[in-house]
C-alpha cells in the first residue's frame, strides 16, 4: 500500500509523543498514513516488547492509521550502517511515502539521535536504482525517495523550522498516548518509576505542545525541523494568529 505519509521511529511511543496530532490530521483528510517502528522498545524499564507491540497497534486504532509495522531491530544497540540501512530502505520502497517523519536528531536517549540519522540516510539511498532490494516475495523493489523528510521535535526541545496546528487533533492525540499503559503515569503500577511514568511528564507533552502553538497563535502546536527549507504554494498558505 502506497502511504502519504509514513512515520519512522525508534520507539513505540516515540511518534505518539512527537507527532500523533500530525498524523492523526493527515489521516482525518482520509489520506494514507502509516508508522514504521524500529524496535519494540524492548529494552523500556516497564512493560514488555509483546506488550507495547500491542499497546501500539491500540495507539494506531486511535490515530486512524492505515498500516504499523515494525523493522525488528535491536533496542539500545542498533547501528546505522549498512545492513540497518537495507533493512529500512526495503519498507520505504514498500510504503513510497511522499513525506516521512523521523526522530529527532539529537535528543536525551541516545537511540533517538542515532535512528534520526540512520532514516534520513535510508531515505535517500533508497532512491538510488542501483541498490538493490527484495521484497516480501523475493520480487525486486523499485528506488524511491521520499520528497521530504522532517525530524519531530522530542525530549529536548529545539527551535522548529515549522510548526502545524494540531489544535483540534490534541485530545486524541493524548488517548494515542495513553494507549502505552505500561509507560506512563499509573499509581497502581508497581514496577520502578521511570523518567516517563512521573505524572508530570504528560503534562510537560501539553505544555510544550501548548507553547508551540503559542508561537503561531493557536491552541496546540507540533514542531519539526525540516532538512529542506519547505515551500508553500503562496503567502495564503499561512496561518494567522486569531487575536491581535
Ligand atoms: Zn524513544
Known amino acids: 500500500m502506497k502511504l502519504h505519509i509514513l512515520a519512522i521511529a525508534v520507539h513505540p511511543d516515540d511518534i505518539e509523543l512527537g507527532c500523533a ?8 483528510k ?3 498514513v502509516g508508522i514504521v517502528d524500529l524496535t519494540q522498545g524492548e529494552l523500556g524499564t516497564r512493560g514488555s516488547g509483546p506488550l507495547r507491540l500491542q499497546e501500539a497497534q491500540n495507539a494506531a486504532e486511535v490515530m486512524g492509521l492505515k498500516v504499523r509495522d ?14 540497518h540501512q537495507l533493512r529500512l530502505i526495503t519498507y520505504i520502497r514498500k510504503y513510497q511515502p511522499e513525506i516521512v517523519i523521523a526522530n529527532a536528531l539529537a535528543d536525551r536517549h541516545p537511540d533517538h539521535g542515532r535512528a534520526g540519522k540512520l532514516i534520513s540516510d535510508a531515505c535517500f539511498l533508497s532512491g538510488l536504482r542501483k541498490i538493490e532490494t527484495l521484497d516480501g516475495n523475493g520480487e525486486q523493489q523499485m528506488a524511491w525517495r521520499p520528497k ?21 487533533c490534541f485530545d486524541e492525540k493524548m488517548e494515542a498516548i495513553k494507549c502505552y ?14 523518567y516517563i ?7 510537560n507533552i501539553e505544555y510544550r505542545d501548548s507553547l508551540l502553538g503559542k508561537r503561531i497563535g493557536v491552541k496546540y502546536g507540533e514542531g519539526y525541523i525540516c532538512e529542506n527549507i519547505p515551500g508553500i ?12
Do not use: C, W
Not at 521530504?148 to 483540534?168: C, G, K, N, W, Y
Open 21 to 28: 496530532g500530525t498524523l492523526i490530521k493527515h489521516a482525518r
Open 30 to 32: 482520509g489520506q494514507n
Open 70 to 83: 515494525n523493522a525488528g531491530m535491536e533496542d539500545g544497540f542498533f547501528v546505522n550502517d549498512k545492513a
Open 148 to 168: 521530504r523528510v522532517f525530524h519531530m521535535l522530542q525530549d529536548r526541545f529545539a527551535e522548529p523550522t515549522i510548526i502545524i496546528d494540531i489544535s483540534d
Open 181 to 194: 499503559k505500561s509507560q506512563f503515569h499509573d499509581p497502581s503500577n508497581n514496577e520502578p518509576l521511570t
Open 197 to 203: 511514568a512521573t505524572d508530570g511528564f504528560l503534562k
Open 233 to 244: 504554494d503562496s503567502f495564503d498558505s499561512l496561518l494567522y494568529p486569531q487575536m491581535a
